[in-house]
């Protein structure tokens, strides 16, 4: 598998980033340029909550596109 179809969760971005889990959390629900997760893994029931996943490549995008942009 190539790095960009490797999955990523928030704290995989936290790190990435240098910023928080709780930082990444927010531009997830508050960014609507933030990619949409690909999936929610590890939810117990249909509905519930569990640890949602991205493709490494669309959230590279994201950061050279929208996330980067913000620190200039």
Known sequence: MDDGERLVG???IAFQLK???QAVDYWTRKDPQ??????V??????GSK???VWRKRDIDAW?????RRRKI
Do not use: K, M, S, W
């Not at 933030?34 to 999936?39: I, N, R």
């Not at 893994?41 to 249909?46: M, S």
């Not at 950061?63 to 996330?67: A, F, L, M, S, T």
């Open 10 to 12: 928030i704290g995989d």
């Open 19 to 21: 910023i928080t889990r």
């Open 34 to 39: 933030f990619p949409a997760p690909l999936q």
């Open 41 to 46: 893994v590890n939810a117990p029931t249909v």
């Open 50 to 52: 569990g640890t949602r």
């Open 63 to 67: 950061i050279v596109e929208y996330y």
